[in-house]
């Protein structure tokens, strides 16, 4: 039977010829397989990493063009309601006034025959502020030259002293809200008369003469 010596411990074994420190850095230092192993398993866990975060960082990504969507497409939306809200608050204001053209021509007519006096002139001039501030605008004078877009001619006839189809009459006024035309002014018109020149002109043009002219003795 082998009896063991007391405090005797095993030693690796050491190259012959070796120091005390050798044998130490020896036992120390980890054989090439725990070396590699572990560097290997750093990367393997960084590239999971990597690849998470790249995984998050898309799905941000998709979820902040969502927004960036869902966002414009409500500001749309409201400008749609915006623009739809006006529209039909200026369709509706325009119903109301254009079923008023009458009583206001009835209006101007009193006025023109000298019919606008006592409780009914107070009256027809508190419509006319109304409709005004309302945005109803009218529109049309004499003289001026004659658009088909804004009037409407009535009566036709040539005259010598126009260069240029004319308004000579209104017969019922133009009203318009803001650029919307909703009654267009009733004229009647003139024309220049064909290989005719138009006099004034030419009595103007003597007249300046005439003017600018030394004084005859």
């Known amino acids: 039977m082998t009896e063991e010596t007391p ?9 012959s010829g070796a120091t005390p420190d050798d044998a130490a850095e020896t036992a120390e230092t980890p054989s090439a397989e725990e070396g590699s192993a ?37 500001q749309n939306y409201r400008r749609r309601v915006e623009r739809d809200r006006i529209t039909v608050k200026e369709i509706a204001v325009a119903g109301l006034l254009t079923e008023l053209l009458p009583v206001l021509d009835d209006v101007g007519r009193a006025r023109d ?31 001026e030259p004659f658009d088909p877009t804004i009037h409407e001619a009535l009566m036709h006839s040539y005259a010598p002293d126009v260069t240029e189809t004319t308004c000579v009459a209104i017969l019922q006024p133009g009203y318009r809200i803001g650029e919307r035309t909703i009654r267009p002014a009733r004229v009647a018109v003139a024309e220049p008369q064909p290989g005719a020149t138009p006099a004034a002109k030419d009595e103007k043009k003597q007249a300046d003469e005439e003017s600018g002219g030394p004084e005859k003795g």
């Open 113 to 143: 025959h000298g019919e606008l006096v006592g409780g009914f002139k107070s009256v027809a001039e508190s419509l006319e502020t109304v409709v005004a501030k309302m945005g109803l605008q009218q529109f049309g004078k004499e003289g």
């Open 38 to 74: 572990a560097p290997a398993g750093d990367a393997r866990k960084t590239a999971g990493l990597t690849a998470e975060l790249d995984q998050v960082r898309s799905a941000l990504t998709e979820r902040t063009q969502d927004l960036q969507r869902l966002q414009a497409e409500y």
């Open 7 to 15: 405090g005797f411990e095993e030693k690796p074994d050491v190259p």
